[in-house]
């Protein structure tokens, strides 16, 4: 039974607007009213406190005078404000993904229907140490003043925008167009983590993308005391090839902090520990060699990644087609071999999860921008990091604001502007492509080359 005294909707605002950066609940209330409206209900929307005062429930009053709940907010010091759907249930981004047409049905702005992300995915710079033969952000740096490379993070921008969405957030990605350790301030965004994890009482996982080189300096190795995904990008085998790939790398210095870090005495029980290995013609016979290795550090899983736009690197005409046969061999000979050993196979897209099931014939749907952000290292947001041409403003408002908003609106209406969101317009998540890349190439039809990185999956 709802209680409390019957308020108004500016009083309830009043109630939230110790939360930063949130949608206003009358603007929510306004929506659902309209839909109640045009559906022709005799009703009035009217909101109430509920028990201590931590939830604030929208009511709907009947035209006979029965009252019903259309939805509620929390307002309490952890979560601060959450919104669920009129039929009381929190919705998660999973409900959206696996329903879009019902959060469509239900009308009013879809961008209320969940009030944090679940991820942020920071770009915290651009100074790499190295100059791998394909990488692109390498021959872009080449080619510009120093004065032009991308800002490098700090610490603070980072709490900026994470401190709003504290009560939802599960994991923050650190990642770099050069390495991220490199950024002067990576000790401090680290520390900036840490202490916000226990200020919630709960950590934030700190997954990360690394070269490995840097990882004993400083306090680098500290990262190890959190949980989250520490991935080092290693192409090769062996210190020969490997130095030829990675140029400006050392062999011993990477495998000395691999193994270090595998064997780190504090390393947080949810530390897990993986390689990243870009698969071109320079390496390609080392797969197999690369799954041996793996498996016999004890890491936690190896993904293997196609080695795309090399025509722009200094790897030029070096790019495979993605079911190489002698890929697809390596990787089942790993397989075979190797079965404790996680692999991802993004390179041959053969082992790929689904996509999301198409939820309206001839269109499929892509839950992120209900569940992450990325940010750039000039702080502003962006869709995912394959979507960097698509500007979503300052990250600090992104999440709520116009554009992010408007993008879920037409990905929710099956329809995306493609001069205005051309990269999720174009994207193989919304069906346009082939995502395993047999069709036609997912990164070929990307607005600008996405960043090198690989989220691991799992099977849990
Ligand atoms: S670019 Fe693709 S994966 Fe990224 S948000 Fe847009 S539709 Fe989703």
Wanted: aromatic share 6%; glycine share 8%; hydrophobic share 40%.
């Amino acid at each position: 039974m709802l209680g409390g005294p019957l308020m108004q909707f500016s009083d309830v605002d009043n109630l939230v607007a110790t939360t930063p950066r949130v949608p206003r609940i009358s603007d929510a209330a306004a929506a659902m009213a309209a839909v109640f409206q045009q559906r022709g209900y005799d009703s009035q929307l009217l909101a109430r406190t509920g028990p201590g005062g931590t939830r604030t429930f929208l009511v709907v009053r009947l035209g006979d005078g029965s009252e019903t709940t259309a939805g509620w907010a929390v307002v309490d010091p952890v979560d601060r404000h959450v919104f669920t759907s009129p039929d009381g249930r929190l919705v998660q981004p999973a409900d959206l993904e696996a329903q879009p047409d019902w959060a469509a049905a239900i009308g009013g702005d879809p961008a209320w229907w969940i009030s944090s992300p679940r991820a942020i995915n920071f770009q915290i710079g651009d100074i790499c140490n190295m100059h791998c033969v394909m990488c692109w952000q390498d021959r872009r740096r080449k080619q510009q003043p120093r004065s032009q490379w991308l800002p490098e993070m700090t610490a603070e921008t980072l709490r900026a925008v994470i401190e709003p969405h504290l009560g939802s957030l599960h994991s923050v990605e650190l990642v770099s167009f050069g390495e991220p350790m490199a950024n002067p301030q990576f000790d401090e965004i680290v520390h900036t983590l840490g202490a916000l994890g226990h200020q919630r009482r709960r950590p934030i996982e700190a997954n990360i993308i690394t070269n490995g080189s840097l990882l004993h300096l400083r306090r680098h190795a500290r990262v190890l005391h959190q949980p989250g995904d520490l991935t080092f990008s290693i192409d090769a085998a062996d210190g020969d090839r490997y130095e030829a790939i990675r140029l400006g790398g050392r062999w011993d210095d990477v495998v000395r902090n691999l193994r270090m870090a595998v064997r780190h005495p504090q390393r947080h029980a949810a530390r897990r520990i993986g390689i990243n290995m870009t698969v071109f013609a320079a390496n390609l016979d080392g797969v197999f060699a690369m799954g041996a290795f793996a498996a016999g550090l004890g890491i936690d899983y190896l993904s293997i990644l196609h080695g795309d736009g090399l025509d722009a690197t200094a790897a030029s005409g070096q790019q495979l087609e993605r079911a190489h046969p002698s890929l697809v061999d390596q990787l089942d000979r790993i397989r075979r071999s190797f079965p404790w050993l996680h692999l991802n196979d993004y390179a041959t897209g053969r082992t790929l999860p689904a996509l999301p099931a198409r939820t309206q014939p001839g269109r499929s749907f892509c839950g992120l921008p209900w569940r992450q952000m990325d940010v750039g290292p000039d702080g502003h947001a962006h869709p995912c990091c394959r979507a960097y041409s698509i500007d979503l403003g300052p990250a600090a408002e992104a999440w709520t604001g116009e554009p992010l908003r408007e993008l879920r609106r037409q990905i929710l209406a099956g329809a995306v502007d493609d001069q205005r969101f051309g990269a999720c317009a174009r994207c193989p998540n919304l069906g346009i492509a082939d995502r395993a890349g047999s069709a036609s190439d997912p990164l070929a039809v990307a607005d600008a080359p996405p960043a090198r990185r690989v989220i691991p999956l799992r099977a849990s």
